[in-house]
């Protein structure tokens, strides 16, 4: 082939045109922001990612702390020998509640089954806990009700229940 550029030579070999087109890299093909859009994304994912946790945390110990308070109650109602037990196991549960640092109003239930020696006594607590607490508002979004349940078995040796033992 010849060259029209006015040589007689091949048109490879002419000063005038560029050589074979080099094939450049994916990362150097392209300038701009791909790299700041790509920390945002990455930045605004972690933030959603720990706030899912940190969420999931607070109603994980509401939980707990329901737990705690409904096997505190329990054990009052257990070991109160003269007094009510129901009133017993509901002011333990709410001391309990009020030492985790927790300030709503708690539902109480406290259930009686059996009520001699091997009877047992359940005690379910159930409050309402914020999902997410905003640090700087000092407040919750959203609500969730918490609840857990212990149940406690009047020991059939001790003394203060009457009746026969019924233990199997």
Known sequence: MR???????????HPLVPGPLERKSMWTAE???????????ALMLTFVCALL?????????AKLIAGRAAAAGARAA??????????????????SLREAGRTTEPDIAVTRSGGQRCGTIE??????????RLPFL???VGETTVRAAHEEVLDPYRDGPTGVSTCG
């Open 123 to 132: 005690v379910e607590v159930s409050y309402r806990t914020g999902l997410v």
């Open 3 to 13: 060259c029209l550029l006015g040589s007689g030579r091949d048109c490879r070999d």
């Open 138 to 140: 000092g407040r919750s």
């Open 31 to 41: 300038r701009g922001s791909a790299g700041v859009e790509v920390m945002v994304t």
């Open 53 to 61: 946790a940190a969420t999931s945390w607070g109603v994980i110990d």
């Open 78 to 95: 257990v070991f109160d020998d003269v007094g009510d037990q129901r009133a017993a196991a509901i002011r333990a549960a709410e001391v």
